[in-house]
Every structure is written in structure tokens, then in C-alpha cells.
């Protein structure tokens, strides 16, 4: 496997934490995920944490400008990307700057000196050269000039020095492939086929890389390679690399297929869930319409209309979109059709931080429209999770027949992890029936789950009309009726709590009764586990739980809750899920711990909460 | 079927139906002398004349008097939400290819918080009919003023005049390069009818503004032009392939001189072509009862044939599903760089 015939000796260690952090353009994002797709086939578990900023290409050089791609691997199952980074690669002082305070103590850092001017320290706004004023004293410094050596290993080629000085990022790749012992196929391979058009950058592209491995052996940059074995303890199956948009796109296919509909999606691009949107686009054998609409609510409404005609009707978008969605969510409430919602919620109010991960839509999606418009919420916890979490949003919008929202965010959206790929045959199908008989039709007459059937329009004899005003039980017909209205609200929010009936009661990890549990939803599920863990090797067993539906909560709470003196609840917003709990569930001790930072929780935040209430 | 059996009989035409078959069992709610009841005994009529079974037909509305529309035809109707009708008109003509799609609005639905969705639909060219109900006003919120109500026009929310310059939605349908445009009149039956056939048998978004009288808000807003007496003298009508004449004689014709549309006598009158290449012929022709004296056009300014949207998003489906095979949940999920954990 290893190309090199390195002298140095392999130490083998549990789990690496690697940041890659450079200009927007410097590719740092690829380079990360180049180094998580060769940690995939090896067999570490792994897990991601892309981080960048809201713009393009914001100014060269700047602070603001820095893009980050975290990754850890292991040989351990891992939940999270990790705390703090073992090794910081930095292209240029303001990633270092912006960067080096996550760095372990005693970590390495590599530092691209050939970026390291004055007028590039000018550009980061700082004042003094941290490669000379002992700032970087506590750490292992690597002083590379990756400009240099890029314009060495690429000699003779036809490229422009401009596209030369863009292979930096390769080459900076192969030097930490070098130190980790790893396969440079993968990526070669990659580079032939994402640059097929363009041999002379596929063959420079693929010489830095050489160069950036070689380098580590001929120049002698460090004291020892390191190995991390495959993971052997992650459950047996087959397993490929997910990224959290791409897990909601194969579980809403696979969500209408396990139904017997065809989607439709209509969605307007929106910062982090445009990739479902491109997805679900190029899935057009597997009969999805796809439509670009001119706004989001355009986008709802032909969801909605698609599912009126019989699609599964599907719509993505983030918060702000979300927001502009909800008067037509209200509609496909009244008229009780299927849809699905999917919001992979990022830092708000307003346009707010667009790049970045939060959890504050849950009462926007739980409560966000006007008058009494109750709906599912089902919310995903992991990248890998999320592609159970849309076939389980589908299930319940057809089985229901109602809108369900889906909750993702920002750092589940971008983040990737290994997923155990599920057994065709354990995927249990929820086949939509299309009402057909002619004999005592009532548009809005329900079966035992309280659905209304679904009716396609053609279908002769059953010509009938909806629409948003209030309708009378079982006819349909309008009707401004006092007593039938408060029946009616009253019976839609009833089937929206009928969903509790289908789903399970989450299970409680760790001690069944004690001093403290930490109860999660979404995105904070890792961070959350990985605390657990932590506190339990410090001989302090905490229980864990976590919701995947938010709205309706299950049943069984209450009993689970009162087995234990605080209930903690971690999560990326000021307390929503704490608000809704509270409501539901009086007489527990909820202890609310919000972040609303933009980043996910760190596992030493958690285990510090806990050990707080813990009184340790 | 199996291939060998030929069938010995074709379908049969589709008889023409009582129009009664195409009246919901809702009471209308109109008020009495609406402009909206002769419309939709028109539309009625018109579907009993064609014989489009009513299984197939799909009413989408937005939010207004006249969105209620399909509530009182007995086929199947989705009464949406204000504005939005486009958007949902779309995804069910897409979705649903079958299915003859109208689409019933009014100018403040249509052309105010809906406008920008009906600009979309135009251009995409989606195969629907719209309805577009012009009383330059809104009639279900009780008489405020609306993007086609004239400028100076005294409402409850313009005491002292509308500030706003109007829409025209003749002109913003050109805009929009809709490839069916025309104008129609509540109480001209017969012109009507035939302009609805035509928008009813054209492939793609057919845009049809209708002069449609609210007696209650802003009655007799159109009679200068459509009061019987002088509704022959005031309206000059667009017949495909006739010239534009006009005139209770017959005897006055309209001319399109480069950027002018002139009153001539029916000897000099253009013939009217609403399929050629520039729509600058209908745009001129859209202007022309700005000018005092002028008569006001109505029947057909524009119908060109274009792609559908519909059609182009199943296409696409369908080239993708034999270029690729039709997708399996095996190969969406067990696929690219797999590894094994024993
Ligand atoms: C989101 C929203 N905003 C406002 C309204 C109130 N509203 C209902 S109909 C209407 C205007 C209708 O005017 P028009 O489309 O011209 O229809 P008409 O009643 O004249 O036929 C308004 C403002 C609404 N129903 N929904
Ligand atoms: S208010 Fe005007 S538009 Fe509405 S029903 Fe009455 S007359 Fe017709
Ligand atoms: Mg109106």
C-alpha cells in the first residue's frame, strides 16, 4: 500500500484529528475530502466537519476568507470530528491565525512559509510573524514553502504559474498522506476522472501529489509516521462514505419508492440545502420531476400540487425559505395531502450565517404558521441518519396524509461519516392506495389512522373539490359552521398526534435511572455520545437519549424522565426543544445548555456541564 | 391488449355533454349581476361543446371572488392560495399529464401578490388555461384598489385618488413571451365562447384577460367600451387571419404603421397574423386605446406554438430512464466506493 520505502518506523494509533485550513480558494475543501473518500476505503470510521465562510472567494489572504476542513479518523468507533485537532495544515498566516487556538497542545502545525510575506501578514492584519515571535512555541512547527516546492515538482509543465500555484493543495495532501501511511490510488484515480477533459491537470495535479509524498521521506520534515488501523468494531456490513445532503436525497427516492409514488421536488437554491435539489436533479431515471421554481414559495406550492396529482410532492430548503413556505405548508394541512419538508437549518435571524450549523427552526417548524396548523416534525442526527430519517418522513406524510417537516442542519448537510448501507429486503414498503371506488365516496372521510383518501385526479366518477377554506367532516364542502370548525381543528391536530401510535419510544443509553440524563435531538447526537464515553472513562456513567421525532413526542417519556434527577438539554439554539418539553411534560427538572454559535457542541463542553451539575 | 388482437372499432368521439353535467351541486355565491356568472356559463358551455369528459378536467384558483370558480364546476378543483395558483397549476399539468388544466384569477391574484408566479408559468409556457378575471378591483376584500385599477381611481384605500400607474395584462403576458394571449368580455357570450375554444384547443399557457364587471366596487368600470350600444364602435376584435375591421357597419378598420396602430377605413385595415415572429404587431396594438378615440382590442393578439414545460420535464424523464434503465433502490443505495466490515 505504502508507496514510500521510508525508514521511519510506524506508530500506530486509536484516531487522528486533522484540520486542513487555507484561502476560499486554495481547495481546501477538496483536499479534505480527498483525505476522508482514502480514509473511507481504508476502513477507519470517520467523521467531518467542513467549515467556510459565506463567500466565494472572499478577499485572498484575509481572516474572513479562511476555509476549514476538519477530519477524524479512526480505528475506534468515533462519534464526532473531534475537539481539537491533532495536526493544523496552514496555507497562509490568517489560517494559521484563525486557527492554531483549536490546535492541541504539543500538536503539529504545517506551515506553508511561502506564503508568509509581509504583505501576506499585512492581509491577515497581523502585526507580527508568528513563525518568529515564539507564539507557536507550545507547538510542533513544520515549516514547508509549498509555493516553491510546487513550482519544483512541476517544472516543464505547460500549465501557467497561476494554475501551478493552484496544485498546492494536492501536494500539501500528499505530505499528510506520507505522514499517515496512506493509499495515494484513490485520489489519483479521482484526479483522472474529475479532470478527464484536461490531461495536463490531471498529470500535474497527480505529480504534486507524488511530490507532496515523496517530500516526506527526502526532506525529512518529521519524526515518525503514523498508522491508523482499519475499524473493526463498527457493525459488520457493507458500509460507503455519506454526506448528510446526499443521505436525505437517497432516503426521499428511496422513501417514494418503498411508497409506490414518483417525486416531485420543487425547490428554490438556498445555502446548505442546495445540493438536495442538485441531487434529486440528476436522479431523473427514477421517474423524479425536478423543478427549479422562481421562489420558495412557488417551490411549495408545486410540491403541493404535484402530491394533489399524485406524486409524493417534496420541497428543500433552509430556514429563511422555510419561513416563506409556510402559508402554502398551512394549505397542505387543510386539504391533508402528503409532503414533505426538508430544512437543513443554518444561523439566523435574517440571512444571518448562511455556512454554518443551528438548531433554531424547531418552533419555527413546530409551530411557524398561522392558526392551528399541527404537522410532524422528524428530525435527523447524523449524516447516515438522515437517509432513515426521510424514508421515515415519507412514510409518515403518506401514511398520515399530511405536510411533514425534516430537520437537518448545517453541519449534518456538509458533514460525511460511514454508513452501514441497509438490506434492500429490511426496507419495509408503506404502498400509497389511491381511492378508486365509486360507492360512498366523502373526500373527507378517514380510515383508523385518520387519513382522508387520496384521490387522483382522473380518476372518473370522483370528481370533487378542496382548497383551503374550512370544510365540513366527511363531505368536504365549505363550511363557515361554528362547531364543525372547532371539530375539525380538533380532528387534524388529533391525527398529527396519532402518529405517536407508530413510532417507538427512544431507547435510554447508558444507566436506566440517576442523577443525570442528556437528551438531544438533531445534529448534537455525536457530540452528545462522545461526552458520554468521555465521562464514563472518567468513571462518571451519565445516561443519554435522543429524539428523532420532535413533533409528536412519543409516548414513554414521562415514565423514562422521572427515573432520573436532571434531564439535560444540550442544543444549538436558546432552548427550543427545553420549551416544547416543558409544555408536555411539567414536573421534570429540564436543564437547558444552549450554544448558539454557529459551531456544533465540543465533547469537554458537555462533559463540563455535566460535571458541573454532577457537582464535580 | 396483446399485439394480435387489432381493435375492431376506434374510440368513439367524445359525444358533446349536457352542460349541466359541469354544475357542481354548490350554491353560486356571487352577488346577483356579477360578471363572474356569465363567465362561468360560458366555460360551462363551452366544455359541454368539446365534450371533455369531466374526470379530466382540473380547475386551479387562487384567492379572490373569482377564485371561487372552481367550487362550481363539477370536476375536480383545487382552490389554492392567494396568488399561487400558477405554481400549483404547474406541478399538476406536470405531474398529471392527462389532465386538461384551467386556471381561474383575479388581477389583484394574478397580477399583484401572484404576479411574479404567473410571469413563471407564462414563460415556462405550461400547458394551462387561465382565466384571468379583470374588474380592476378587489372584489372579495371589499373594494380596494388594484395593480389594473386606472390611476385617480377612488377606493376605501385611495381616498384621494390611486397613485399607481396600471398594469396592463395584455402587455405583461407579451412581456412574459406567453405563447397565447387574448381578451374576452362577460357580456359578449358568442365573443367568449370563441376565444375560449381557441385558448381551450392551444398547446401551452393560454392567457386570457376577461372584462369582468363587480357591481358592487367598481360597477360599470368597462362600459365606455363594452355597453352594447357602443360595444361595435369601441372594440376592434383580433380574428386570426381576418383584417381589423370594426364598427357597427363593419366599415372602419384598424392599420399597424410601424410603431402606430391607426384607424383607417376597413378597405386599408391590416389583416391580423397573431403567429408571427415579433409580437411588436400585438404590442402596438395593446396600446392603441391609450389614445382617445381609439377603439379597444379584444379576441386574439398572440398565438405562436412553443415547447411545453410538461412535456420537457416528462421527456427528460423518460431519456433519462433509456439512456440509464428505470432506476432500482439496489443500485440509488449499493453503489460507488463500498468497503466491508466483517
Ligand atoms: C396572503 C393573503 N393576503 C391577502 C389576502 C386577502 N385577499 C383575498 S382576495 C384578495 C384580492 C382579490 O382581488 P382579485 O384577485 O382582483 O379578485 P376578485 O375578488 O376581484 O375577483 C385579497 C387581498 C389573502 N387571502 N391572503
Ligand atoms: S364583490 Fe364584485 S366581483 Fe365579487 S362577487 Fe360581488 S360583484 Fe362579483
Ligand atoms: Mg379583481
Known sequence: MAQSTSEL?????????????????????????????????????????????????????????????????????????????????????????????????????????????????????????????????????????????????????????????????????GLMYWLYNRDLEPTLKWLSEKFAKEPAMVEANQKALRAGYNAGDIHELFQGRYEVPRCEVLPAGTYRNIMGNQAVSLGLIAGAELAGLKIFIGSYPITPASPILETLASYKHFGVLSMQAEDEIAA??????????????????????LALKQEGIGLAIAIELPLVIVDVQRGGPSTGLPTKTEQADLLQAVFGRNSEAWLPVVACATPSDAFECAVEACRIAVQYMTPVILLSDGYIANGSEPWRLPKIEDLKPFPASFRTELENFLPYDRNADLARPWVKPGTPGLEHRVGGLEK???????????????????????????????????QVHGPQKGKVLILGWGSTYGSIWGAQEKLAEEGLEVARMHLRHVWPLPHGLAEIFARYETVLVPEMNLGQLVRLLRSELPGVNFQSYPKVQGQPFRVHELTAKVKQLLGR | MPDDIVPTTTAPKPAPLDKKAYKSDQEVRWCPGCGDYSILNAVQQLLATLGVPRHQLCFVSGIGCSSRFPYYMNTYGLHSIHGRAPAFATSIKTANPDLQVWLATGDGDGLSIGGNHMLHMLRRNVDVKVLLFNNQIYGLTKGQYSPTSPPGLKTKTSPMGSVDRAVDPIRFALGCGATFIARTIDTHQKHMLAVLEAAAKHKGTAFVEIFQNCVIFNDGCFDDVIERSVRDDKTVDLVPGKPLVFGKQLDKGVKIDAAEARVVTAAEATPWDPSTRSAAGAFVLSEMAEQPGNPTPIGIFRSISAPTFDEGMNKQVQTAIAKRGAGKLKDLLWTGDMWDVK
Not at chain 1, 502585526?127 to 513544520?142: E, F, G, Q
Not at chain 1, 367532516?473 to 407508530?502: C, Q
Open chain 1, 9 to 173: 518506523p510506524l506508530q500506530l494509533i486509536d484516531s487522528v484529528v486533522i484540520r486542513f485550513a487555507g484561502d476560499s480558494g486554495d481547495g481546501m475543501q477538496i483536499t479534505g475530502s480527498q483525505f476522508t473518500h482514502t480514509a473511507a476505503l481504508f476502513g477507519n470510521d470517520l467523521a467531518t466537519f467542513p467549515d467556510f465562510p459565506a463567500e466565494i472567494r472572499a478577499p485572498a489572504g484575509t481572516q474572513p476568507g479562511v476555509s476549514g476542513f476538519q477530519i477524524r479518523f479512526a480505528a475506534s468507533d468515533i462519534h464526532t470530528p473531534g475537539d481539537a485537532p491533532d495536526v493544523l495544515v496552514a496555507m497562509n498566516p490568517a489560517a494559521l491565525a484563525v486557527n492554531i487556538k483549536d490546535l492541541k497542545p504539543g500538536g503539529t502545525v504545517v506551515v506553508n512559509t511561502g506564503q508568509f510575506g509581509d504583505a501576506d501578514l499585512a492581509k491577515a492584519k497581523l502585526t507580527s510573524n508568528p513563525l518568529k515571535d515564539h507564539s507557536l512555541d507550545a507547538y510542533r512547527v513544520i515549516e514547508v514553502d509549498i509555493n516553491k516546492r510546487v513550482i519544483e515538482a512541476l517544472q516543464g509543465s505547460t500549465l501557467s504559474p497561476k494554475e501551478v500555484q493552484r496544485c498546492k493543495n494536492f501536494y500539501t495532501l
Open chain 1, 300 to 321: 411549495v406550492c408545486a410540491a403541493i400540487g404535484a402530491s394533489y396529482a399524485g406524486h409524493l410532492g417534496v420541497t428543500s430548503t433552509s430556514g429563511p425559505g
Open chain 1, 472 to 506: 365540513a367532516h366527511l363531505t368536504g364542502h365549505i363550511s363557515y359552521d361554528a362547531e364543525n370548525h372547532e371539530f375539525m381543528v380538533n380532528m387534524r391536530a388529533a391525527k398529527v398526534m396519532k402518529v405517536r401510535d407508530s413510532i417507538p419510544t427512544p
